[in-house]
């Protein structure tokens, strides 16, 4: 029997999710993954774009104080009855029992963050879970393990109507990723929706009570606010309001959300390594324990792992030394005001965000230099403006999309190289 509500609403703009980079549902194939997997198919728009997958623990997991020898022939079973549970689930949920299924056995979180990654996800769907103590001792908080672990936006959808959120509420701390999460928001967002970039400011000395510095604070942090709300493409008839709080951060954005009634907490995480991945963030963590609504979050990785993926896959055109300096300049023709991401690759350090977000101003190479320089900023403007140049150049690549359209410019140099993506 097909689960239905009210009314099912869907996004205003849509995540463009496809078969190339779907949707991942994660469910335990249960009641309180309902929800989830229901959005799930809202936000994928269609099967094709969905994937669903279900992970469960090996039973050494379970008992890491006994292990305990296990047949494969029961681990076979095992994973034939999950498949069997998540697919009436899919059948009670979606109306679709013959949608694209997963099942393995492993560490969820892991397994499912490695999932997204082979599969160029564009968004994890999950349910909130539990978060009692007792779960939170024996390890099933398995969302924010996800967001700890996974390189892709992960949507915790709490329990009750599934439906796209009408009320968002943005942590905004002007990070690349509070801005990812309040592009990424809009996305998501019902249409009409009403979006909050709430800033919270700290509450000490200096700045009590918005007095003396204070004051400049305020100000400083109002204008930061409407200079990222501007530079949002919002939707007509959706609304994006500017909130400036102070006190603890993690009590002001959930007291905020339960005064505003708010779907959505959308917030951006700060891991740049991997234990800054397993320590989160206390607001973030808290934000995930505490909220009575859905929470979205973007990991620092999650726009650089989709460029680079969405990248290597597409065909790549090799310009020969002597067409270097016409083809940037084309290339600067055609792209300028797009936004992009760049990603050097080190030998020694490996895959490491550079920029991001920064709209293109030019790319240009130097014959006498023998030199890249690639300039972002606002065009025209009088804000910042970031260059970065490379010499020892040995070769320049344009990548397109199956369409031609130029998604990407490959720069080798030295014992590494540059990869400059472009968003759409």
Known sequence: MRTTNEAVIAPAQGIRATRSSPIVVATDGHDQS??????????????????????????????????????????????????????????????????????????????????????????????????????????????????????????????????????????????ETSLRAARLSLEVAAPHATVYLVHVAPRDATLRDWSEFGRSYKEDAGGALRKLRDSLRVPAGMVVQCVLLQGDPATELLAFAASVNADLIASGSHGHGFVARM???????????????????????????????????????????GQWVDALAQFTNHNAGRRSAVEADDPDLGAQSQDSDYPLISASYDDDSGRIELVFGEIGGIGRHVSRRMGDVDSIEVLRDENGEEIALRMSHGAGQTLLTLAE
């Open 279 to 321: 320590l989160v963030g206390s607001v973030t963590t808290r934000i995930l324990r505490c909220a009575t609504c859905s929470v979205l979050c973007v990991p620092h990785a999650a726009a650089m792992t989709k460029a680079r993926v969405t990248a290597e896959r597409s065909a790549a055109i090799a310009l020969s030394r």
């Open 34 to 175: 309902n929800s989830a997997m229901l959005l799930g198919q809202i936000l994928a728009t269609d099967r094709d774009s969905l994937r669903v997958i279900s992970v469960l623990p090996t039973l050494s997991t379970i008992t890491p104080e006994m292990p305990i020898a296990v047949s494969e022939e029961f681990e076979s079973a095992r994973l034939r009855g999950q498949t069997r549970v998540v697919r009436q689930q899919a059948e009670r949920v979606l109306g679709d029992d013959a949608i694209d299924v997963e099942v393995h056995l492993g560490d969820p979180a892991m397994r499912i963050a490695q999932f997204a990654r082979t599969t160029n996800a564009t968004l994890i769907v999950a349910g909130l879970g539990r978060h009692r103590v007792m779960d939170r001792l024996f390890g099933d908080e398995t969302a924010l393990r996800l967001i700890r672990v996974a390189g892709t936006p992960v949507y915790a959808v709490a329990n009750g109507p599934a439906r796209s959120p009408a009320r968002i509420v943005v942590a905004a701390d002007f990070s």
